[in-house]
């Protein structure tokens, strides 16, 4: 049994910092095919200030994370006393969506706009994977997740409840339940999960998951992957093969970053899992300075970055 120690403080800035910084420069591919990121960036995606200011991408100003980081600033806004409240996280999700947020998902928009949500989320997540035929299994789920890993206990109880708030298949709850394990064996434990403890992570919830936890291993390049094939791009395991890919190949934060907004599809969603947990392996300062110090609205970030670690460092 593994004794807990105190979280590395450098691990999980690189966390929350890799999840926004990945989310914001992912925007500047996501919805193109490889081709059509080749054509906007030939030599390839890296800076904010490149983004195509097209009919989708103008929207946000360059620099500025989307829904993906931003619910899962609905969770981390809803630490206390070591955990999560997932009712506040529940009324979290259900007063930003009251916002109109530009980019929030079909499937998260649905389930939120429930008249009885706050009350009782489970349920209605429950109901729409149920009028979907059990078959929906969106990523907008493990898009928030990371931050889960960073609580100190109880960290899969965790990340399956707050997956269910919106996302009940369990393909959505393993591939939660994998990354924010992930993430906390590294900030806490200093250790580095095996693609065999993934796995049977993995087999608890569902055994799809096990063939896109190999595509990941196996793959040299991540292109294998196909992130930009249309009909499923926005799939919770090609996500999360794309984050393990990272997690198993990348050589830097930097290198794993590139890799994935490069490949287009869900290119904000993919990057802000994978630099998520590669800025938990790297660390916060193996993130070029660019990233952070171009991201809009840091001051906003880094408050609540600040606050969450004061929390997490009195645990």
């Known amino acids: 049994m593994m004794l807990k120690k105190r979280p590395d403080i450098d691990r999980v800035r690189g966390c929350l910092y890799g999840q926004a910084v990945g989310d914001a420069l992912g925007l500047g591919s996501e919805f193109m095919t490889k081709e059509e990121v080749k054509a906007c960036y030939p030599d390839g995606l890296r800076y904010y200030d490149q983004i195509v200011q097209d009919y989708h991408r103008r929207r946000w100003p360059r620099g500025a994370w989307t829904d993906d980081t931003d619910m899962m600033l609905c969770i981390l806004t809803a630490f206390s006393d070591g955990a999560f409240d997932l009712r506040q996280v529940a009324q979290n999700f259900k007063d930003w969506a009251a916002d109109e947020p530009l980019g929030i ?26 009028l979907s035929r059990q078959q929906s299994a969106a990523n907008g789920a493990l ?131 994978a630099c998520a947990l590669l800025g938990a392996k790297f660390s916060y300062s193996s993130i070029p300075s660019y990233y952070i110090d171009h991201l809009h609205d840091r001051r906003i970030f880094d408050h609540h970055a600040d606050h969450f670690i004061t929390l997490l460092s009195a645990e």
């Open 105 to 130: 998902g079909s499937h998260t928009s649905k389930v939120l706009w429930m008249s009885d949500y706050v009350d009782d989320p489970e349920k209605c997540a429950k109901l729409w994977w149920d």
């Open 143 to 273: 898009m928030r997740t990371s931050v889960v890993g960073l609580a100190p206990v109880d960290v899969e109880a965790q990340a399956a409840a707050i997956c269910r708030l919106t996302h009940y298949d369990p393909r959505c709850v393993g591939s939660c339940v994998i990354l924010s394990l992930m993430i906390h064996h590294l900030v806490w434990y200093d250790r580095e999960l095996s693609f065999g403890e993934i796995r049977d992570i993995a087999r608890r919830y569902d055994e799809r998951i096990v063939e896109w936890i190999d595509l990941a291993l196996e793959a040299e390049e991540i292109s294998a992957l196909q992130l930009d094939e249309s009909t499923s791009i926005g799939y919770t395991l090609k996500a999360l093969a794309a984050a393990l890919w990272c997690y198993r190949h990348a050589e830097s934060f930097e290198a794993g970053l590139l890799a994935v907004v490069n490949e287009g599809g869900d290119a904000d969603t993919n990057a802000a899992i």
